[in-house]
């Protein structure tokens, strides 16, 4: 397997470890002192002798030193935006689609109004293959003699968690909001959403001699978001004349050629990994490779109720501030709540940025360009690339050792795996440091199966009837039996409100361990704590800030592994169920408070943006049918302004032009 860019190495006992990362790793730094000069493998465990039953490894990283690889693979071309809407990458802010005062376009109207779902032909669309589908990764990954292969959309929600320890849960930096959003008795909250913050989970597949990492579907719901997306990103990169052609309607139809047709695949590497990331559209004047992301981002009322949406689609957006109706609001929650994911899917793709549309379902309002500087000013709080590459690159390389060890543990096994950072607790030397739980269940293919096709019955019928897509009829038995289930743990979650960022609760813990009549399964549990020094100093909160090229960045990290236990399983159940009650709720990313009352609240927030959704389509009803009867021509800002301009040097000339006006 490949080394994986920079060499980690045991850390000695200094002055300047921190003082509970040191508490931890007393007796395993003390029995290693003496060895540390001449210790060649860095993987050998350390054994410690602080707790019964445990393993503590103690490293050290210079994540400036560690490299992402790219593979020089010919793809197919990567498409252009169309319509004009390259003028977006190359202009800060937001590009409104129409102007609201003047009524002028800045790109065709044919955008504003999206195809309906039920009339878009979502079986025209190609096929999307998981990692563990895609047999031209495997390929490559023999090829590349990579143990693990994962995609964008399977890696990054583990790899937030790597973001959270790293950063010890550093704030999100909201300056570039306005002082009417930001100011008041209410600021904005600068931390990430609860389903953000709930454990995530992968599944690790061991196939064609290498692990695939999947995402764990097991929690999926159907909303009319799924497939839109989709069928947005073929709106912004295809001409208008060939994208009607996904119209039901049309007597045309998408060739068999264009839907067997390939993607258009960036892959790197970097240690064992091999990293699959699909490129939506290009444009070489970009810097870099001149790719980037294309993100299709519904108003808040829509996000709050895609699962049952009807009556949220009024909702528009007026201007680029204010609390409500606002671009900043949409960014603000974007900044809470998917833009870690988007930043990492451009790293990990090696992407300049993302190209957002802003829409209810039924309209499109804006486009924003956010490059990657822009992303690392709100999640990194520097717009260098230096701290988010960096960080990026250590996180891979902590995840790369933490497989290993579960892999090595259960060798050539699928496993279920699942990832939470907890927050520090405490001060001094009762106090724990921010620390990542990892949790690795061994699995058969046919339970893997089971739980990823629980929810399947239900997406389908859910396509079936809003989307209007075929072979409901292949839903087998068992998937009927697997909604039902999921139907069922799902009412039972709602009456569960644990807090998705509290440690486990002790008490639970220590009841469970007096239980002797379950028989444990295998399981690989192990965490992760770390400690940054920068130019030799330890950062305040723990976390670099400000980092520069030239600033030299060593980041520790132990990794403590415990046997199987009734505690450990105990933790494990408790993760497995704070991740189930933060994704069986139906809201995503609002300003409802959490905790004691949050249903109530909850009802009275939905409330008020369905309010605000009927406002907003009473309102666009209204300035429909003034447009319509004014008779206006529809002007775009493409149309060239006349030249001839007549020359009014005389009063006759000025009668005569009088004249012309009233006979006109």
Known sequence: MKSGGATSKPIRKTRRSSRVIRKVVSNATEATSDKSEEATDIREPVETDDEEGSQVDVLSIQPSELQVEALDIPQPPVPYLSYGLDRVLFNPGVYQLQDAASRVYNFDPYLQKIMPVEQFDFNSLKEYKTSSEDTALSTIANQESARYIGSTSSMTGSLAHFHYLISNWRP?????????????????????????????????????????????KEFDSPNVLMLLGKSMELLLTLPKDEYEKYRKSDPRKVSAEQRSAPESYKYSTMGDFLMRSQLDAYDPRLPGNGTFDLKTRAVVSVRMSARDHEGMTGYEIYGNHGRWCSYEKEFHDMARATMLKYMLQARMGMMNGIFVAYHNIKRMFGFQYVPIAEMDRVLHGQSDACLGDQEFKASLRILNDLLNKATTKYPEQSLRIHFETQAAAGDGEKGTPATLHMYAEPMSEEEIKTIQDKPKAKVLEYERKVMGKEDISSISAEDNAGSRQLEEDTARSKLDYTSTDTPADQPFLNNVQDIHTRELRPLFYAQVMVQSRVNGNIPQDGRPRDLKAGDSWELDYLIKQFEVSRDSWARYDDARARRKQALNFDDDEGDVAEGEGKVKEEDQYIKFLRELSRKGGETREKQDLADAESGQRVMSVDEPLPRHREQIETLDDYLAWMYRREQA
Not at 189 to 205: D, G, Y
């Open 172 to 216: 999100l930096n909201l300056d570039m909001l306005s002082y009417g959003y930001a100011g008041g008795n209410k600021p904005p909250l600068a931390e990430f959403t609860k389903i953000n913050k709930a454990p995530s989970a992968i599944f690790l597949r061991w196939k064609n001699g290498c692990y695939a990492i999947d995402a764990d």
